[in-house]
């Protein structure tokens, strides 16, 4: 890690090693090794697909099954797991495999990648990341490898179960159920509704997007809540209220629509389970096709939040939608600070999370625009794939293969920007200036 003591600054490194990782990963998909007709794989294809993996996105213009082979499969399941660690957080671990001690300076872009809220105990913090990482992937594997393993065969039930754990852990939603359909999902016969399966996936998802901070106290404090952070207090409690709403409301408005024909027990598995993906992981178990329209701005809705930061999941992140909802109370009844669990937030943290909404909207409405312009899908197809982008979900209405070029690449500088965060490519393409404190006289305008 030599390049660290160069001038670049710690977010540019953390873009920069996601670029780095993107790009070595569409060349080797370009390979004809990595397809399964021994063919070149068009670079752009390559690309979108590399992204989609390294940014743990899901959202895939060829079937994962049909057309990569082992080595594609391979390839593409390293990059989930290094994009869902953080490049950076895979580089130290060799570090420490290595028994190299970690100096300061990397300590401190660990502390970024990890979304640790202070450096010390960064590296106490990573070592939790690969031992909790290793064993919750590992027994997700063993889990789902009961219900693969019969189903397909030992070795291929296994590589399957491998696969779909770290693709869940890593909130990726990248399968291989082409076998049974391409673009399938989990909504084959015989998966769809499995309990073993869904609640697997389930657990996988929450516990990759619930973030590295929130383990950390957890393992600290076990179920002593009053003793977690802040941070772990927000992120839990918005998660839980956004996964409960969320499964009622999908319960009642599918009932007589994408969950139509279902017994009752499916049904509130299909609510569960439709509640917990756009979080941001990309399965689905029902056809997304026939989600009602209140389910489709729903499902919107908890793609852009997404999971919780320091995860590996993407969208403006829980704790940044609890500072907004939370600051909007706070100016709707005059209180002059925002205060959370007998605390008061900092000024900056309530800033912050209005410039984050704000670029994420601001990119999800532009690339709206040139979609519209370019393909003849409704706009309502064209959003639900531009939020499932930016959010790094993957959840698709089924219009991704089709686009042109120019949306692909649009869709690619989405995912990109998901993953590393809006505001942290902004703080990379902003220009560092050393700016004089001014006080400026105070003025009032009309706002709202």
Same mark, same amino acid.
């Given at each position: 890690?030599?390049?660290?003591?160069?001038?670049?600054?710690?977010?540019?490194?953390?873009?920069?090693?996601?670029?780095?990782?993107?790009?070595?990963? !569409?060349?080797? @998909?370009? @390979?004809?090794?990595?397809?399964?007709? *021994?063919?070149?794989?068009?670079?752009?294809?390559?690309?979108?697909?590399?992204?989609?993996?390294?940014?743990?996105? %899901?959202?895939?213009?060829?079937?994962?099954?049909?057309?990569?082979?082992?080595?594609?499969?391979? &390839?593409?399941?390293?990059? &989930?797991?290094? %994009?869902?660690?953080?490049?950076?957080?895979? &580089?130290?671990?060799?570090?420490?495999? @290595?028994? *190299? *001690? +970690?100096?300061?300076?990397?300590?401190?872009?660990?502390?970024?990648? !990890?979304?640790?809220?202070?450096?010390?105990?960064? =590296?106490?913090?990573?070592?939790?990341?690969?031992?909790?990482?290793?064993?919750?992937?590992?027994?997700?594997?063993?889990?789902?490898?009961?219900?693969?393993? #019969?189903?397909?065969?030992?070795?291929?039930?296994?590589?399957?179960?491998?696969?779909?754990?770290?693709?869940?852990?890593?909130?990726?939603?990248?399968? @291989?159920?082409?076998?049974?359909?391409?673009?399938?999902?989990?909504?084959?016969?015989?998966?769809?509704?499995?309990?073993?399966?869904?609640?697997?996936?389930?657990?996988?998802?929450?516990?990759? %997007?619930?973030?590295?901070?929130?383990?950390?106290?957890?393992?600290?404090?076990?179920?002593?809540?009053?003793?977690?952070?802040?941070?772990?207090?927000?992120?839990?409690?918005?998660?839980?209220?956004?996964?409960?709403?969320?499964?009622?409301?999908?319960?009642?408005?599918?009932?007589?629509?994408?969950?139509?024909?279902?017994?009752?027990?499916?049904?509130?598995?299909?609510?569960?389970?439709?509640?917990?993906?756009?979080?941001?992981?990309?399965?689905?178990?029902?056809?997304?096709?026939?989600?009602?329209?209140?389910?489709?701005?729903?499902?919107?809705?908890?793609?852009?939040?997404?999971?919780? #930061?320091?995860?590996?999941?993407?969208?403006?992140?829980?704790?940044?939608?609890?500072?907004?909802?939370?600051? /909007?109370?706070?100016?709707?009844?005059?209180?002059?600070? =925002?205060?959370?669990?007998?605390?008061?937030?900092?000024?900056?943290?309530?800033?912050?999370?209005?410039? +984050?909404? /704000?670029?994420?909207?601001?990119?999800?409405?532009?690339?709206?625009?040139?979609?519209?312009?370019?393909?003849?899908?409704?706009?309502?197809?064209?959003?639900?794939?531009?939020?499932?982008?930016? $959010? /790094?979900? $993957?959840?698709?209405?089924?219009? /991704?293969?089709?686009?042109?070029?120019?949306?692909?690449?649009?869709?690619?500088?989405?995912?990109?920007? %998901?993953?590393?965060?809006?505001?942290?490519?902004?703080?990379?393409?902003?220009?560092?200036?050393?700016?004089?404190?001014?006080?400026?006289?105070?003025?009032?305008?009309?706002?709202?």
């Amino acid at each position: 890690m030599s390049f660290i003591r160069s001038k670049l600054t710690y977010t540019r490194m953390i873009v920069l090693s996601f670029f780095c990782l993107i790009l070595v990963g !569409a060349l080797l @998909l370009t @390979l004809p090794i990595s397809s399964k007709s *021994r063919e070149w794989t068009p670079f752009l294809d390559a690309l979108f697909t590399a992204t989609t993996a390294g940014c743990v996105t %899901g959202l895939i213009v060829v079937d994962t099954y049909t057309h990569w082979s082992i080595f594609g499969q391979v &390839i593409m399941l390293a990059l &989930i797991q290094i %994009g869902g660690l953080g490049v950076m957080t895979c &580089i130290a671990m060799f570090s420490l495999f @290595l028994k *190299r *001690r +970690i100096p300061l300076a990397e300590r401190r872009l660990l502390m970024q990648s !990890a979304g640790s809220l202070r450096i010390s105990g960064v =590296v106490r913090l990573l070592h939790r990341i690969i031992i909790g990482t290793a064993i919750v992937e590992g027994c997700g594997a063993l889990l789902l490898a009961t219900v693969f393993c #019969p189903r397909m065969g030992f070795f291929t039930g296994l590589w399957n179960a491998v696969f779909h754990s770290i693709s869940a852990f890593c909130n990726a939603g990248i399968d @291989l159920m082409g076998k049974y359909g391409q673009f399938s999902s989990l909504s084959t016969e015989g998966l769809a509704f499995n309990p073993i399966v869904n609640f697997t996936i389930m657990f996988l998802i929450i516990t990759g %997007g619930i973030g590295f901070v929130v383990w950390s106290d957890f393992v600290k404090h076990r179920f002593d809540f009053k003793k977690y952070e802040v941070h772990s207090k927000m992120a839990i409690v918005t998660t839980i209220v956004l996964l409960v709403s969320g499964t009622v409301i999908f319960f009642i408005s599918e009932y007589n629509n994408a969950f139509k024909g279902l017994s009752l027990g499916q049904k509130v598995l299909a609510a569960m389970f439709q509640s917990v993906t756009p979080r941001t992981a990309g399965f689905n178990t029902v056809d997304l096709t026939n989600l009602s329209e209140s389910g489709r701005v729903l499902t919107i809705i908890l793609m852009f939040i997404g999971g919780s #930061p320091g995860s590996t999941a993407g969208g403006i992140k829980t704790t940044t939608f609890a500072v907004l909802l939370l600051s /909007t109370l706070a100016s709707a009844r005059r209180y002059g600070h =925002v205060n959370v669990f007998k605390r008061r937030l900092d000024d900056n943290t309530i800033v912050q999370a209005s410039s +984050i909404l /704000t670029v994420y909207t601001s990119c999800v409405l532009i690339s709206v625009l040139i979609l519209c312009a370019a393909e003849p899908f409704p706009v309502g197809q064209i959003l639900f794939e531009t939020v499932s982008a930016i $959010g /790094t979900v $993957g959840l698709t209405l089924g219009i /991704t293969p089709s686009l042109c070029a120019i949306s692909k690449i649009v869709l690619i500088l989405l995912m990109f920007t %998901g993953r590393v965060g809006g505001l942290s490519l902004m703080l990379v393409l902003a220009e560092r200036r050393i700016s004089v404190p001014k006080n400026r006289p105070t003025v009032q305008i009309l706002i709202g």
